[in-house]
T-cell receptor, first 114, second 113 residues
Framework: AQSVTQLGSHVSVSEGALVLLRCNYS??????LFWYVQYPNQGLQLLLK??????LVKGINGFEAEFKKSETSFHLTKPSAHMRDAAEYFC????????????FGQGTELSVKP | DSGVTQTPKHLITATGQRVTLRCSPR?????VYWYQQSLDQGLQFLIQ???????AKGNILERFSAQQFPDLHSELNLSSLELGDSALYFC????????????FGPGTRLLVL
């Protein structure tokens, strides 16, 4: 069965610092992988997705993620954090033959200090 | 704005009651997905419909049911509500051929007292 593990339920960085949010997945077939962001009292917004093309995926708002099959990881990074990046981030996996059902990690809350 | 709409935004009801949550997908999308977000269970897939037919089922309770209508809007019915059903319920939609790319609505926050 598929699963997603996000390491760290809370991450705090200073404005301008590197953001690194960790995600490891488990899947029996090549997966599709996603990062979503949820701002307070809002729905989920797709940041980026990996669907078996380039392993380094660039998303919106300056975020990117690298698919590493050997490590079963899909960590999210941003070189320089901004106050507006404070939100909850969810990693998700979907198997290409499963009709699109998303399995989410538990989420990582990102705080950005001035 | 994802283009997915959900009503109502907030719902407060009592245990034992029944409620209906409504979702309108983006124009052209045929698939609708329902997810539940709660503090203890996180984000969980409930059910998927494609062009009016049930396509996949997740951890959906027997007290819950859903349907997708000919105009492609979907309703999630929750009955015999319990305190533990309090959660944020999201609807998402996807276009034909790209089921993995889902666009989420703003959610309906349900509080069962």
């Amino acid at each position: 069965a598929q699963s997603v593990t996000q390491l760290g339920s809370h991450v705090s960085v200073s404005e301008g610092a590197l953001v690194l949010l960790r995600c490891n997945y488990s899947s029996s077939v090549p997966p599709y992988l996603f990062w979503y962001v949820q701002y307070p009292n809002q729905g989920l917004q797709l940041l980026l997705k990996y669907t078996s093309a380039a392993t380094l995926v660039k998303g919106i708002n300056g975020f990117e993620a690298e698919f590493k099959k050997s490590e079963t990881s899909f960590h999210l990074t941003k070189p320089s954090a901004h106050m507006r990046d404070a939100a909850e981030y969810f990693c998700a996996v979907s198997e290409y033959n499963q009709g699109g059902k998303l399995i989410f990690g538990q989420g990582t809350e990102l705080s950005v200090k001035p | 704005d994802s283009g997915v709409t959900q009503t109502p935004k907030h719902l407060i009801t009592a245990t034992g009651q029944r409620v209906t949550l409504r979702c309108s997908p983006r124009s052209g999308d045929l698939s609708v997905y329902w997810y539940q977000q709660s503090l203890d269970q996180g984000l969980q897939f409930l059910i998927q419909y494609y062009n009016g037919e049930e396509r996949a089922k997740g951890n959906i309770l027997e007290r819950f049911s859903a349907q997708q209508f000919p105009d492609l809007h979907s309703e999630l019915n929750l009955s015999s509500l319990e305190l533990g059903d309090s959660a944020l319920y999201f609807c998402a939609s996807s276009a034909p051929g790209t089921p993995e790319t889902q666009y989420f609505g703003p959610g309906t926050r349900l509080l069962v007292l």
